[in-house]
């Protein structure tokens, strides 16, 4: 069984940087696709950044701002997060599933494991 903890949220000013971390127990991160996803108030949970292997992906409202990463030794996905803007304020969540393909990796029902989320707030 997996068990992912998301730190690094907080509040931070627009234009700021934040660096999520999610730290997995259980098997290593080696085999899964992981990925990030947010929700913010009044809107549905949408995607935000996944990596498999070597394949990457990112939302188009965070693209060049966001970086997806692993380190397979620690067990540990990130999400480098600057030039923050007041829209990405959400909680996001961080998810993994052994066998997902990367044509679904942007479908949160595909994911099997999920953290527990944290609150990420840019004030403006």
């Known amino acids: 069984q997996v068990q992912l903890v998301e730190s690094g949220g907080g509040l931070v000013q627009a234009g700021g940087s934040l660096r999520l971390s999610c730290a997995a127990s259980g098997p290593t991160f080696s085999r899964y696709a992981l990925g990030w996803f947010r929700q913010a108030p009044g809107k549905e949970r949408e995607f935000v950044a996944a990596i498999r292997r070597g394949d990457v992906k990112y939302a188009d409202s965070v693209k060049g701002r966001f970086t997806i990463s692993r380190d397979n030794v620690k067990n540990t996905l990130y999400l480098q997060m600057n030039g923050l803007k007041p829209e990405d304020t959400a909680i996001y969540y961080c998810?993994?599933?052994?066998?997902?393909?990367?044509?679904?990796?942007?479908?949160?029902?595909?994911?099997?494991?999920w953290g527990q989320g944290i609150q990420v707030t840019v004030s403006s």
């Open positions: 998810a993994a599933d052994p066998s997902i393909i990367f044509g679904l990796i942007t479908r949160s029902k595909e994911y099997d494991y």
